[in-house]
């Protein structure tokens, strides 16, 4: 009797906690996924989402083959075509668009479907080729940009604190994140940390999951969090608590950075953010009388025009209380930068004629309607669903919709945007194909075995442009270089093999446990933590740390229009838009739903339950009215990651703006105004 194969791997998704997994193989099929219970951030859980993995790689509505739109673009109906009459019409076209436009007018569009370094956005698969044809530069902008700008000026780089420290905290601050649905590994730490008497605050517009589960929540108005901060170090500083040795030997710029935390008293932090006075008092004494203290601030935090400096600020907090030197103290974000990654092996910008332009992923209907000199005329959309998942809605339909767009899609599913395509390619799954990992809300490597057979005719991103590069005739050796070598390339600086890798599935960063990532100073120029970064100003920027207010939020004459500040975070069933069109986790979802604070309900003549249409002059999209305080007054909330072909034609995107956050050219989504009216 054949007996079962199990192989590891790694979730590919957008997710800090990149969990490892198992696949379970019976006669050349999966037949079990799970999650890897020898991993220690892992420990055995997957989540609501991966849980039905194999029943999204086995839906009747996955792509398997080529495809050539005979309908009007952003209708959907296809044909079915060969893998050789699809790579000669992409060789033709982008032969044409090349000899006419130049080879900036090809925009490689890669999506965060999967994160890996091989066949995912990390490692931006087929980079090379794009490279050799001399395409547009993609920027990827749409997720934690503004943030790492924001933490390189004050720390030096965006790579934090280890999470798993997390567990020796006495005080844990969770600030515009929710653990429990967009990361809930990191929630073990925390109640390890809980077991030996730490103490949970949840900083959140919304009351989330997250927040009901903390010892205390703040509801600040979104994009003031900078303000906050700054007025809890002003009544730290007021007590006389500031680590002075710290300050004078770890930190730059303390006499001028204080002289700003004194412009920051609690009942001026108390007016911005709408937090009130004695709260900010509160937690303030909390955080000075408590050592270590751990803030998890993630990505929500930064989706606001003054996002880049609100991280940039808050990884001054440690510094004030003498945090970072601390196991279980600091600040965490993102962990990538702690992977030694060698990205310039990977990407090889050497191989492209000269510096071509640089499109930005959140700019995607500018590029498309506006960009010359030369036009946008190609675009290939890797692992992407940028017509539900990027700003302005329609203003990216009308763009995807132009006739002499030539729209290329390497997709798994249907969606949105595969119904604008010219031609969509069948990709594979994670368990069909080899890749490598890093998590970025921990530090283990991961790598994924490919465990089974792609189904139909799907392919693998690395192996389309294999096949595309040698259809246009292209010599370059490092195009054809197969997936092991590329892995081999990227991991060499780290430290650890591939045969390692593949033997053990997984593997952490050869670094101290407990891991203190500043114990022997900052990466900034001056060595210490800036408070003033010569950077900063050199960039633009205000040279000493502080507070940036968002752009619709707190506009007053915005305000009058569209009341309500909308924010559309992370929604527990879907990761960003994949799994949105899974029948059981939409069943478990609901339909689109907004929620609205009982007295901004009653204003309108809303009750729970009612159709609503949430709309600015931008676009609307509709749901189903929740009342309740889990929103505080003046924030209207829902989710992203709801499929628009799904959900009568939008979702909160076609209110989003496409404008740049402070830093980075990050996305703005949580720094929208709206107004809401009954149907
Ligand atoms: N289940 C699930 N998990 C996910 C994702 C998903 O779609 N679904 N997405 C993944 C991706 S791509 C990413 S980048 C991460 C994102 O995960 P998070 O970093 O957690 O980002 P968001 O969900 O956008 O926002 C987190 C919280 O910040 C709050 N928030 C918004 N604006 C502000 C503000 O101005 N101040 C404060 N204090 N809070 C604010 C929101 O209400 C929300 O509860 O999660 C990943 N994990
Ligand atoms: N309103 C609002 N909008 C947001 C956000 C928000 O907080 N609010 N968050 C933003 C954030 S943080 C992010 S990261 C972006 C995400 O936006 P995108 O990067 O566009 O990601 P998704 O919309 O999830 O689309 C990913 C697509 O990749 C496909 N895919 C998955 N794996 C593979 C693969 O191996 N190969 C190929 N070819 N395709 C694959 C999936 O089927 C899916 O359709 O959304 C952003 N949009
Ligand atoms: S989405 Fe996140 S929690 Fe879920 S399996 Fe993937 S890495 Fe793990
Ligand atoms: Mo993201």
Known sequence: ??????????????????????????????????????????????????????????????????????????????????????????????????????????????????????????????????????????????????????????????????????????????????TLTSGHHLWKSIQDARRDGAYVVAIDPVRTRTAKQADEHLAPLPGTDAALALGLMNVIVGLGLEDREYLAERTLGWETFRERVAAFPPSRAAEITGVPEADIVALGERIARTRPTAIRATMGLQRHAGGGATLRTLACLPGVTGDWALPGGGLSYSTDAHFPIDTAALFRADLAPRRTRRLSMTRLGEGLL?????????????????????????????????????????EQFPTDTADY?????????????????????????????PAVEPPGECLPTTETFRRLARRMGLTEPSLYDTDEQLAEQALRPTGITLDRLRKEGFARLPLPDPFVPFADGFPTPSGRLEFVSDLAAAAGHDPVAGYVPAAEVPDPERAARYPLALIAAAPHHFLNTVFGDNPELRRRAGEPRVTLHPDDA???????????????????????????????????????????????????????AERDSDMGGGAVFHDTRVQITRL
Not at 69 to 74: A, Q, V
Not at 119 to 137: E, H, T
Not at 375 to 394: D, G, R, T, Y
């Open 370 to 410: 506006e960009v010359d000199d030369p036009p946008v005329k190609a675009l290939f959309v890797i692992a992407a669903n940028p017509a539900a998942s990027a700003p302005h809605q329609s203003r990216i339909r009308r763009g995807l919709a132009r006739e002499d767009l030539f729209t290329v899609v390497l």
């Open 602 to 656: 009653a204003a309108r003549g809303v009750r729970a339950g009612d159709r609503v249409r949430v709309h600015n002059d931008r676009g609307a999209f509709e749901a189903v009215a929740e009342v309740s305080d889990d929103v505080r007054p003046g924030v209207a909330a829902t989710v992203k990651g709801r499929w628009p072909k799904l959900s009568g034609g939008a979702n909160a995107n076609a209110l989003v």
């Open 1 to 178: 009797m054949a007996t079962d194969l199990k192989v590891l791997g790694a979730c590919p998704l957008d997710c800090p906690d990149t969990c490892s997994w198992e696949v379970t193989v019976s006669g050349g099929r999966a037949v079990r996924l799970r999650g890897n219970p020898d991993h220690p951030f892992t420990r055995g859980a997957l989540c609501t989402k991966v849980n039905r993995w194999l029943e999204r790689a086995a839906s009747p509505d996955r792509i398997l083959h080529p495809l050539r739109r005979t309908g009007r673009k952003g209708e959907g109906r296809f044909e079915r075509i060969t893998w050789d009459e699809a790579l000669d019409e992409i060789a033709d076209r982008l032969g044409a668009i090349i000899g006419e436009h130049g080879g900036e007018a090809i925009w490689p569009y890669w999506g965060t479907g999967t994160l890996g370094w091989i066949q995912g956005c990390n490692g931006m698969a087929g980079q090379r080729l794009f490279n050799v044809l001399g395409a547009s530069r993609h920027h990827m902008s749409i997720c934690s940009i503004a943030g790492s700008h924001g933490l390189v000026y004050a720390t030096g780089t965006s790579a934090g604190i280890d999470p798993e420290t997390f567990a020796l905290a006495k005080l844990v601050i969770l600030w515009g994140t929710n």
């Open 421 to 449: 395509a010219d031609i969509v390619l069948p990709a594979t799954m994670q368990h069909e194909h080899a890749d490598l990992h890093n998590g970025y809300g921990h530090l283990y490597l991961a790598w994924n075995e």
